[in-house]
């Protein structure tokens, strides 16, 4: 059974740093075609791919974000970690992350999410 | 990056079908058959309900189909039911292997 489920502040001051966690179990990201990826979703707002990591430790980045978004991976420990830079209150959400299934393009098991406010 | 275009709502009675479009260019929606549709409750996380624009996962209902003429894609819901009324987003590859989601659509059963 994959799961998943995300971690980090709940509050985040401006021009902070953000730095999420998504702990997995259910699957191996060093596993041909795996990949996970993070997803945000502002307050009444639709949803917004951030980024994605790959079992090569391949990386893709949103191009409207990509300067402030590192993705990194830990398959020994089953975490993904996102870090987002010079934080604003617009970037207040909720956070997702997702797997990515190795023979589909599409997210098909998604954590929980963890709301973000931004705000001093 | 700009977001693929879905009407802000559908409505339609129970029993009825309803039909979401999702409109993007040639370098997403036209350009691939990567295509997933989402929905998504209150306070929930998204789920799959159509991926590589038409196929169904497994445990999804079949009043769920998908389809693609060009740019446009287009989730189609058979036979309404209550517990359908819910928010749906597209989702599309785009070139240089980005994704892109859409501006989403909330579905009310009236």
């Known amino acids: 059974q994959i799961t998943l489920k995300e971690s980090g502040p709940t509050l985040v001051k401006p021009t902070q740093t953000l730095t999420l966690t998504c702990t997995f179990s259910?699957?191996?990201?060093?596993?041909?075609?795996?990949?996970v990826g993070w997803i945000r979703q502002p307050p009444g707002k639709a949803l917004e791919w951030l980024a994605l990591i790959y079992w090569t430790n391949g990386e893709r980045y949103s191009p409207s974000l990509r300067n402030r978004l590192t993705i990194t991976k830990d398959s020994s420990k089953n975490q993904v970690v996102l870090t987002m830079t010079n934080m604003d209150p617009v970037d207040t959400a909720t956070y997702y992350c997702a797997h990515r299934d190795p023979a589909m393009v599409v997210f098909d098991y998604w954590g929980q999410g963890t709301l973000v406010t931004v705000s001093s | 990056q700009s977001a693929l275009t879905q009407p802000a709502s559908v409505s339609g009675s129970p029993g009825q079908s309803i039909t979401i479009s999702c409109t993007g260019t040639s370098s997403d929606v036209g350009g691939y058959n990567y295509v997933s549709w989402y929905q998504q409750h209150p306070d929930r996380a998204p789920k799959v309900v159509i991926y590589d624009v038409s196929k169904r996962p497994s445990g999804v209902s079949n009043r769920f189909s998908g389809s693609k003429s060009g740019n446009t894609a287009s989730l189609t819901i058979s036979g309404l039911q209550a517990e359908d009324e819910a928010d749906y987003y597209c989702s599309a590859y785009r070139s240089s292997s980005t994704l892109v989601f859409g501006t989403g659509t909330k579905v009310t059963v009236l």
């Open positions: 259910g699957f191996s990201l060093s596993a041909t075609g795996v990949g």
